[in-house]
């Protein structure tokens, strides 16, 4: 899963006949891998990520690099969160420090010359060969999970997606993708009002369904913190500041209708190296002022929903 850019006119469809929100499939999707004779092995120092504060799904990427202490193995550029008619740009401090590229999508030419899909982030990229290992989130956090451990041993046993967890992880990321991580785009992007209540409706009946889940446990999957969590903890942060408004997902909210899983994305937020991911000004940024489309003035709200560093959880 990867960030959605505002089109230039005339250029890409956002949604099916029907009204209903598409999203891109990545297209580099290659593994980092100490098996003999791997095309991308592990190697400190070697692998660049090329992240946007603003996007949910490159927000995973920056989570559990920090969780699992790879800050000095690998590397960090961030986008400015003003994606113009080229998409992400490097602008006004934020620099792509091994090229000085102007926007990501010179980094996807660099890849490949004739690529002509959108312009994504995250992007796992190797310094080494120059060319992007792999853009699909999803890929790139079981990445970061498991193939660095001989470099950082000590976070080794640290595993979010373990063997007898994995069936029941894949269960709660098809419907929670489906219906919340996706599901508020298809809200706030879809054409029409039937095409819009029909996916709005969604996320709320699977919102509640994790309010249960989290009612009677402290993480989605196992009592543990797994996949599952960080996958969905991106959109939750993002929703009161962000869905809520912007998305119309204005049916609930977290800080006032789910006190469960406000608790637990504080619990989150609360452990080392998480909160620093988060940047309100990217996210609120990104999504009420880029998003010409849907707010054609570009008028920030001053609110950034429920504070996640008070009270103390963990």
Known sequence: M????????????????NGEFKRQISSFRDDISDEPGAKFPPEAGR???YVSYACP?????????????????????????????????????????????????DLYFKAEPEYSARFTVPVLWDKKTETIVNNESSDIIRILNTSFNKLVPEKAEINYYPDNLKAEIDSVNEWVYD?????????GLAETQDAYEKVAYQVFESLDRVEGILSK???????????????????????????????????????????????????IYQMPGVGETVNMEHIKGHYWHALVQINPKGIIPIGNGPNLAEPKIV
């Open 217 to 267: 446990s402290d993480y989605l999957v196992g009592n543990t913190l797994t996949e599952a969590d960080l996958r969905l903890w991106p959109t939750i942060v993002r929703f009161d500041p962000v869905y809520h408004g912007i998305f119309k997902c204005n049916l609930k909210s977290i800080e006032k209708d789910y006190p469960h899983i406000l608790k637990w994305a504080r619990r």
């Open 47 to 49: 692998y660049h990520l």
């Open 57 to 105: 799904w490159a927000h995973r990427t920056l989570i559990v690099r920090a969780l699992k202490g790879l800050e000095d193995i690998i590397s960090v550029d961030t986008v400015h969160w003003h994606m113009l008619e080229k998409g992400w740009p490097f602008k006004d401090g934020y620099k792509d420090s091994l090229y000085g590229s102007e926007y990501v999508r």
């Open 179 to 187: 219906t919340i991580n996706n599901g508020v785009y298809k809200t």
């Open 2 to 17: 990867t960030s959605v850019p505002t089109p230039p006119a005339g250029s890409f469809k956002w949604s099916f006949p």
